[in-house]
C-alpha cells in the first residue's frame, strides 16, 4: 500500500510539472470558472487557500475574484520544528494580489520567508483559526469519484482535515486539481481524510 501511494504520487506530480505555462493559465481560468459557480460562495466571508508549487492548479485568478468581493484570505503556514505537523494560516494582505501579468497570486512584495521545506510563506501575525473559516481550498496530488484525496504526504492536511471533521463547526473542504490528476480509484489509509467536493479546471465532483 505505502509503495503504490509512494508511485502514485510520483507519477502525479510528473504529470502536473509538465504541464506548459500556458497549460497551467488555462487550467487557472477554467479553475476559477468552476469555483464560481459553488452554491455557498455567496456566504463566504474568510477563505483559506494556498500559494501554488510544484505544478499545482493556480486559484490565484479565484483569488482575486474574492479580494474584489471582500473577502478575506488566509495562507498555510507550517510550524517551524520538524515534529510539528500543525498547520496556521494567516491573514494575506492586500499588496498580495500585485502581479505583473495579474495572473497569479504573488506574494512578493509583501514580507515572505521560506519553510523547511522551501516552500514561500507570508510573514503576518493576523492568525485565523482553521475552523473559523467559511471554505479551505487545498492542492491534491489526487483524488477519485468518491472525494477521497492524495496529497504531498508529509500529512499536514490529513491532520488538520480530522480536526476540523470533528468540531462542531468547519469550513467548506474544497479540494483543488488538474483535470488530468483524477484517478479511477485511490488506495488509502485509515487516517486519509476525504474532502467535501474537488474542483478542477474542468468541473467538480461531490462526495
Not at 502525479?12 to 464560481?36: K, P, V, Y
Not at 506574494?107 to 514561500?120: D, V
Not at 469519484?145 to 500529512?155: E, I, P, S, T, V
Not at 479540494?175 to 478542477?200: F, K, Y
Amino acid at each position: 500500500m505505502v509503495r503504490l501511494r509512494h508511485q502514485l504520487r510520483q507519477s502525479l506530480r510528473l504529470s502536473r510539472r509538465s504541464l506548459t505555462s500556458a497549460q497551467q493559465q488555462a487550467a487557472a481560468h477554467g479553475l476559477a470558472q468552476q469555483l464560481s459557480k459553488l452554491p455557498k460562495l455567496s456566504s463566504w466571508r474568510h477563505v483559506g487557500l494556498y500559494w501554488p508549487a510544484d505544478g499545482e492548479i493556480d486559484p490565484g485568478l479565484f483569488a482575486r475574484m474574492l479580494y474584489k468581493r471582500g473577502i478575506k484570505l488566509y495562507l498555510p503556514v507550517i510550524a517551524p520544528r520538524k515534529h510539528d505537523h500543525r498547520l496556521h494560516f494567516l491573514a494575506a494582505p492586500a499588496m498580495a494580489y500585485a502581479s505583473k501579468n495579474r495572473r497569479q497570486l504573488r506574494l512578493q512584495p509583501w514580507p515572505a520567508k521560506r519553510n523547511r521545506f522551501g516552500l514561500r510563506e507570508p510573514l503576518g501575525r493576523q492568525v485565523m483559526r482553521p475552523e473559523k473559516l467559511d471554505a479551505l481550498l487545498m492542492p491534491l496530488v489526487g483524488f477519485d469519484a468518491n472525494g477521497q484525496r492524495l496529497g504531498m504526504g508529509g500529512g499536514f492536511y490529513d491532520r488538520l482535515l480530522a480536526r476540523l471533521q470533528r468540531g462542531v463547526k468547519r469550513p467548506q473542504l474544497i479540494g483543488l486539481a488538474h483535470r488530468s490528476q483524477q484517478v479511477l480509484a485511490l488506495p488509502t489509509e485509515q487516517w486519509d481524510e476525504p474532502v467535501d467536493i474537488v474542483v478542477t479546471d474542468a468541473g467538480h465532483l461531490r462526495r
